[in-house]
């Protein structure tokens, strides 16, 4: 039976292709893209305000009411540049430890470090988020510190800046690692090359390893992006008054104001912002290796 | 060939372990300028360590590199006037042809618009000028291979380092390249240090060659030198084929002539009866394995210069004389 499956397969490609993907291809298309789609047409009802029944429908009233009112502009620019800006500060300390772990460290060392930037995945998101409360708070662990060595403190704690370090902390494993894949990828013979033409080391990294680990730049940053972009825990615990995200505005609007369709127009905001993104992604030429 | 010999690179008592394991054990080496010198070794021996060195990419642990007669056995490889062809080629993939030719030059700070017509030039020269605009993957072996070297020259360097450059070619693009190389190091007259396993290139291109063994140099001299007059048991079997006859009297297989059995010797020649084991037809020449009677089994290469009629052709079994020069079997000299 297994020989006949075998045969079988080697002669019908297309068969033992269905047969592999057909799964994935299911699970894809009818729960993924099917939500997708429901989530999209949802954004064009409306509410009865009476009695709380869904009116479906096709009208554009979430979306002007989105665009009228600047609260909701704001909420979107504070998700969209903190995502930017926790996405650029992931890169820019992903590459040391990359470089570190893939040109640098010994097989030893490097099992180590790739140890140590795993572990915290291995512990509650909540956990580390609480824990980072503890640190920023106003007479937390930084401020003790910042004290005993005779600095005055910082006022950080619940506001944009805590949103930024803790974001940047919780997915910079995300960066590093395809940002270290990327790095081996590269041959060493290139970067000898490079040195051999007469390039010192900056210049080396500028015009040879940056361009030639994009690929793996752009997958940590479709991770750092997007998670950031749709998160709203992290926003509730560090983030304090007057710093919502998106996922924070659909959250009260589901639970608490049961406005799902105002909900599903403003969840399809980071949707465009991602496929913009991805756009320019291509545009840098980052799948080409794909 | 050059007129005054001056030095261009020496190494001076030059030791290099990698832990545990010697790669180079104290060596002196002098290339002069304007030469077409080969390092020539089976894998493992140091030759591309030597380069290595020479390039910068490694550090001596003891031993001066003299490049121009100034130590740069600390300066980092880009502060050094030599540029390596690598064996793999090390082109840059996101780069151009003529970016990647003109990598050195920009490296140097020569304006762009100067460095890519300089590189366009060097492309032309190792006819290339149409793909100027491609990226390597775009293009074939041979072709990776003339950009590699076009890359390293376009820089004028005092030195050009070339590691095992051809051994990912076919064999009858080899020898084209080999005509070539020899061209440009003519032209140019920038001095070549050749990494090479294969014995046939070294013999056929170098002006002086270094055998290297187990991190050792065995013998520096000219193809002839090597060949005629090897030093060692080691150079007689690596450069050429050859017979040992008691262990330390080198006979090669050319010298040797076969005679039908019961032909008279000539004069001055030794000759020694035997069986004919395997006979090898391989068009100019007939490779035979003889086994002589006091046991020892001897090589013989026979060519097939003569016409078809007269030649003595003989099959395996047949009981033979063989022949050679007196003066031809050599004590291999300590």
């Given amino acids: ?290 | 060939m050059q007129t005054a010999k001056q030095p261009i690179v020496q190494l001076e008592a030059v030791a290099k372990s990698y832990g545990a394991a010697v790669a180079l054990a104290q060596l002196d080496l002098t290339v002069y300028a304007g030469e077409f010198f080969t390092l020539l070794g089976p894998s493992g021996s140091g030759k591309t360590t030597t380069l290595r060195l020479i390039a910068g990419f490694e550090r001596p642990d003891k031993g001066r590199i003299m490049l121009d007669g100034q130590d740069v056995a600390a300066l980092p490889p880009f502060a050094r006037a030599v540029n390596t062809v690598f064996q793999d080629y090390a082109l840059f993939p996101h780069l151009t042809l003529v970016e990647n030719v003109a990598y050195g030059l920009r490296a140097k700070n020569m304006p762009k618009a100067e460095a890519h017509a300089e590189a366009e030039k060097a492309l032309a020269a190792v006819q290339l000028a149409d793909f100027a605009g491609r990226k390597p993957a775009q293009l074939s072996g041979g072709q990776r291979q003339r950009v590699a070297l076009a890359r390293a020259m376009v820089n004028k360097p005092r030195v050009l380092l070339l590691d095992e450059p051809l051994g990912a070619l076919d064999l009858k693009l080899r020898h084209q390249m080999q005509t070539e190389l020899k061209r440009l190091q003519h032209e140019t007259g920038i001095t070549f240090i050749y990494v090479t396993h294969d014995q046939d290139e070294a013999l056929s291109m170098s002006d002086r060659i270094a055998v290297f063994s187990q991190g050792r140099i065995e013998q520096i001299g000219t193809a002839f030198d090597l060949y005629e007059r090897p030093a060692s048991v080691f150079v007689a079997d690596f450069v050429g084929s050859s017979n040992l006859l008691g262990g330390s009297t080198l006979l090669r297989p050319e010298k040797v002539r076969l005679l039908a059995a019961g032909a008279e010797a000539p004069e001055n020649h030794a000759a020694q009866p035997g069986v004919v084991r395997e006979a090898t037809y391989l068009g100019a020449v007939t490779r035979y394995q003889v086994a002589l009677a006091d046991g020892t089994s001897l090589n013989v290469m026979e060519s097939n210069a003569l016409p078809v009629g007269e030649r003595l052709r003989l099959a395996a079994g047949d009981a033979v004389l063989a022949v050679w020069p007196r003066d031809a079997a050599r004590k291999i000299g300590n």
């Fill in chain 1, 1 to 290: 039976m297994r020989r006949f499956l075998s045969a079988f397969g080697w002669r019908h490609e297309g068969a033992a292709n269905a047969a592999l993907l057909g799964l994935p291809a299911l699970w894809f298309a009818g729960l993924y893209l099917a939500a997708i789609g429901a989530l999209f047409v949802t954004s064009f009802w409306t509410v009865d305000s009476l009695s709380g029944n869904l009116i479906p429908g096709f009208s554009f009233t979430n979306f002007q009411q989105l665009l009228a009112d600047p609260v909701y502009t704001r909420i979107g620019l504070r998700t969209i540049g903190i995502a930017t800006a926790v996405t650029l500060t992931d890169i820019t300390l992903a590459w040391p430890v990359a470089y570190a772990m893939i040109r640098l460290a010994g097989p030893r060392l490097r099992a180590a470090l790739m140890a140590m930037v795993m572990v915290p995945l291995w512990s509650s998101y909540l956990a580390r988020v609480y824990a980072w409360r503890l640190i920023l708070a106003h007479d937390g662990l930084l401020n003790w510190g910042l004290k005993a060595i005779g600095l005055p403190g910082l006022h950080i704690g619940y506001s944009n800046w805590a949103m930024w370090i803790v974001f940047s902390y919780l997915w910079l494993p995300f960066m590093i690692l395809p940002v270290a894949a990327a790095v081996e990828r590269i041959p060493p013979s290139l970067l000898e090359a490079s040195a051999d033409l007469g390039a010192h080391g900056l210049a080396t990294f500028r015009r040879v390893m940056l361009p030639m680990a994009l690929p793996g730049m752009v997958a940590g940053a479709i991770f750092t992006f997007s998670l950031t972009l749709g998160d709203y825990v992290t926003p509730m615990l560090v983030g304090g008054e007057g710093s919502d995200f998106i996922g924070n505005v659909v959250y009260s609007n589901v639970g608490v104001t049961n406005n799902i369709p105002f909900a599903a127009a403003y969840a399809a905001l980071p949707l465009g912002v991602m496929a913009v993104f991805l756009l320019i992604a291509r545009r840098l030429g980052a799948f080409d290796a794909l």
